[in-house]
């Protein structure tokens, strides 16, 4: 390898993820360990929370490869961030600025991988259980549960699920229960909705990791925390199941542990389940309107 050549080729390396990611890092710096056949490139910039991320170049008869090495500070690794931005190019022209609503059961990620698909996206993020408490003054879900009753809950969910209906460009994560109104899957069918169907044990384990205080169904059972909330998460998805499958899109993470020869639905990134959301979508806007499409 011609090493004369190599800063040119360090640093278009290292420029394309800047290139996919928001916004230019404010510094960046780089490194190079030169060994026998390969080069060591080493990035660290602001952007990047300064932490380092490390590519390796390898020359062969002139032809050049990068790879990721380690990449503990960027958002996602290069490839994913690639495939997250091209998935999202692709879906554009079909979604035309409709909605996309999140649904599934609680703690099944609506929030985190909404937040990274509106942001791949350029759309809004909104939580509709937010919007409620912002409606009833500022109380908290549990809050109005205890004081108002579920009811009185459903009842403004679905209020605001009618004003969102109206709105473009928002990826919505809905409250775990939406979807069991008719009503409100009148209003999700103005944008796509997607369902992300998470095993109940993977479910349970990330409730029983952060605690149920904002979630009040399943706030009163008694044991410990893992299996009381497999205990209820379970009763309410045998009542809820069909009505998730309402949904446009399903993304199972089942199966995209299988297909990324993961052992473990716990193994999997929002990255990961982003990706395959936008997968999904794509799947359903193309194929216009199968009930949803599997992996
Ligand atoms: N892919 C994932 N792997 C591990 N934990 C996750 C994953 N996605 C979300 N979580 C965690 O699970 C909990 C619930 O996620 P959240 O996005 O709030 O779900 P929802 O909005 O559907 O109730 C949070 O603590 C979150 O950090
Ligand atoms: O499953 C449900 O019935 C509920 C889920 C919660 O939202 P998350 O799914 O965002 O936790 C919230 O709307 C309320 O506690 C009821």
């Known amino acids: 390898m011609d090493v004369k050549a190599a800063p ?11 290139s996919i990611g928001r916004r230019p890092p404010s510094t960046c710096r780089l490194g190079v360990s030169r060994e026998p056949q390969s080069l060591r490139v080493f990035v660290s910039s602001t952007m990047m929370r300064r932490r380092t991320t490390a590519l390796e170049v390898s020359c062969s008869y002139g032809n050049i490869s990068a790879s990721i090495l380690e990449s503990g500070s960027v958002r996602a690794p290069l490839d994913e961030e690639l495939i997250l931005k091209n998935r999202s190019q692709e879906i554009q022209p079909y979604l035309n600025g409709r909605c996309i609503y999140l649904v599934g059961m609680m703690g099944s990620g609506k929030t985190t991988v909404g ?30 549960f205890k004081q108002h009753g579920e009811t009185f809950f459903r009842n403004k969910e679905t209020e605001v699920l009618h004003k969102l209906s109206l709105m473009h460009q928002l990826v919505i994560s809905t409250g775990g229960g939406a979807v069991t109104r008719p009503i409100n899957w009148k209003y999700m069918h103005k944008g796509v909705s997607v369902w992300l169907d998470v095993p ?28 009381r909330a497999f205990m209820r998460l379970s009763a309410l998805f045998e009542e809820r199941g069909e009505a998730y499958a309402n949904a446009n899109a399903r993304v199972s993470l089942k199966n995209i542990a299988i297909k990324l020869g993961k052992r473990d639905v716990s193994e999997l ?18 194929g216009e309107g199968g009930r949803y499409a599997e992996c």
């Open 8 to 18: 040119r080729l360090q640093l278009s390396a290292v420029v394309q993820p800047e």
């Open 115 to 144: 937040k990274i698909m509106s942001q791949v996206l350029g759309y809004s993020f909104c939580d509709s259980d937010a919007l409620v408490e912002e409606e009833v003054g500022g109380n908290s879900v549990a809050d109005i």
């Open 200 to 227: 109940v044990e993977a479910l349970a384990q990330r409730i029983a990791a952060v605690g149920t205080n904002s979630r009040p169904l399943l706030h009163y059972e008694a044991g410990d925390p893992y299996t």
């Open 269 to 286: 990134s929002p990255t990961d389940i982003a990706i395959e959301a936008l997968e999904q979508i794509d799947n359903f806007l193309k």
